[in-house]
């Protein structure tokens, strides 16, 4: 009878016993590598969510509303083009292209449109302002059909636009700027708040994911070290092959997993901060600049109002490339100044605006040189400006219209080509970075932690499979 109870006892459930004690280690050990699987796991269906939310709304939808302002901006621009140019027939050529602009900025405005309502479905607040836009944008086109109607009607030549053609554009325009660009903006700014709350949230989660990681696999390396020290203090046997492995495949799924999770906040933060935010202060650059080479045509077209349009200007130009202090006579050559400082030591920044947060942004190869031919570019673009208003300051009028909307070489509007391709060119080199990056996040962010995860469940396996022939010791 003794003889049965002892080796029930050696068998059984008794903490005290070798078998209850391997048991109870083995146990903790597959609850521990269990809570490891399940943080790889979170981990990865979490960063592939919020690749998959950046790459297909995010980004999107802040590239829409960005370009939704810009078109608007060219709407307006060409707009005024056709008005100032009249019936002059030497520029009946460019009138033809900017009424082809016009329709097809206004084509793509409607897309953006589209595309913004459907993404703000659920959103009040963004649903509320894209209606806004859909009203305020039928109204402007109502103004703007009429003031191209009247100035067809009057047959004026160029800079003498009939007074009710320009008063119908002044109503336009003043929709455009007071109603229409800042709904447009507060979509921009509205879309590129949700892709920060996503980029946040991301990164946050996988800091999270890495402090979890550890609270699961270094108690489970414990647990390991502890099963290994105990079968040799109890078996006499130097090592238990079993739980040597899983203590080796643990440690690499552990270090791999902190890897793992670091790489996706890297990538975030290249993705987010290195390339996007580049992208957004380039986009909105561009824009700026379409609305400021608008304000040419509007400073031609509407002479009583010559002085405004001006400034307007003027304030476009420091929002692109802030010069403290700075005045239009003065803003040629505080440029100059700036440049030629930077030039000299690339790290004295004397500017900041948009094209300021680009060069304290530079990060990729190429980024560099075209960020410094968009400047060079830009700068043959101000001065340009300068020759218009002293043409028409000078009284021709006539002649400050052909020089501001001809494409030749050497005029204004060869001047902006040349500089809107430049900034396209610094354009492409962020957005292809951006989707480079976001690719190679998304491209591990679940098959990496899954993998690491079938490393740890092979590590329980090993233990359970280690164990088993000391356990049947005891039957």
């Known amino acids: 009878m003794r003889r049965r109870r002892w080796r029930l006892v050696l068998r059984g459930g008794r903490p005290g016993t070798v078998p209850a004690r391997l048991r109870l280690l083995r146990a903790a050990v597959l609850v521990t590598a269990a809570g490891l699987v399940g943080v790889l796991v979170a981990g990865g269906v979490s960063a592939s969510g919020s690749w998959a939310d950046i790459r297909q709304r995010s980004a999107p939808q802040v590239t829409s509303a960005t370009g939704l302002y810009f078109t608007l901006n060219d709407m307006d621009a060409q707009l005024a083009n056709q008005l100032m140019m009249g019936d002059t027939?030497?520029?009946?050529?460019?009138?033809?292209?900017?009424?082809?602009?016009?329709?097809?900025?206004?084509?793509?405005?409607?897309?953006?449109?589209?595309?913004?309502?459907?993404?703000?479905?659920?959103?009040?607040?963004?649903?509320?302002?894209?209606?806004?836009?859909?009203?305020?944008?039928?109204?402007?086109?109502?103004?703007?059909?009429?003031?191209?109607?009247?100035?067809?009607?009057?047959?004026?030549?160029?800079?003498?636009?009939?007074?009710?053609?320009?008063?119908?554009?002044?109503?336009?325009?003043?929709l455009m700027r007071t109603r229409l660009l800042p709904e447009a903006d507060r979509l921009v700014t509205t879309n590129n708040t949700a892709f920060e709350h996503t980029y946040t949230d991301a990164t946050g989660t996988q800091s999270a994911i890495r402090v979890a990681l550890l609270v699961t696999g270094l108690p489970l390396l414990a647990l390991l070290a502890a099963l290994q020290l105990y079968l040799v203090a109890r078996f006499q046997r130097i090592v238990n092959p079993g739980a040597a492995a899983a203590t080796v495949l643990v440690l690499t799924v552990l270090i791999g997993g902190l890897v793992q999770s670091s790489g996706q906040q890297d990538h975030l933060r290249a993705a987010r901060r290195d390339a996007f935010d580049s992208v957004l202060a380039l986009t909105r650059a561009r824009a700026v600049s379409y609305d400021a080479n608008a304000d040419e045509s509007r400073y031609l077209l509407d002479r009583a109002g010559a002085a405004a349009h001006e400034q307007d200007f003027l304030t476009k130009s420091q929002r692109l490339l802030r010069l403290d202090g700075a005045t239009i006579g003065t803003y040629d050559a505080d440029l100059a100044s700036a440049l030629h400082a930077y030039k000299t030591d690339h790290a004295r920044l004397d500017f900041t605006g948009l094209y300021g947060d680009e060069f304290r942004n530079i990060t990729f190869p190429g980024e560099r040189a075209a960020a410094e031919r968009v400047l060079t570019a830009y700068q043959v673009y101000q001065r340009d400006d300068r020759r218009i208003r002293a043409l028409a300051s000078a009284g021709k009028v006539a002649e400050a219209i052909r020089y501001c909307t001809s494409h030749a070489t050497g005029d204004s509007n060869y001047a902006f080509d040349a500089y809107d391709k430049a900034l396209l060119k610094l354009i492409t080199i962020n957005t292809s970075a951006f989707s480079r990056t976001a690719s190679d996040g998304a491209g591990n962010a679940l098959s990496a932690p899954l993998g690491l995860a079938g490393g740890a469940i092979a590590a329980a396996g090993l233990v359970l499979l280690g164990l088993r022939p000391r356990l049947a010791e005891f039957r």
């Open 89 to 174: 027939a030497s520029l009946s050529a460019l009138r033809v292209q900017a009424a082809g602009i016009y329709g097809q900025r206004r084509a793509q405005a409607g897309g953006y449109v589209r595309d913004l309502a459907e993404a703000a479905q659920g959103d009040a607040a963004a649903e509320r302002i894209v209606a806004t836009v859909i009203s305020d944008l039928g109204a402007y086109e109502d103004h703007a059909a009429r003031a191209l109607i009247l100035s067809e009607q009057t047959h004026r030549p160029a800079g003498q636009a009939d007074p009710k053609a320009v008063a119908e554009y002044t109503l336009a325009t003043q």
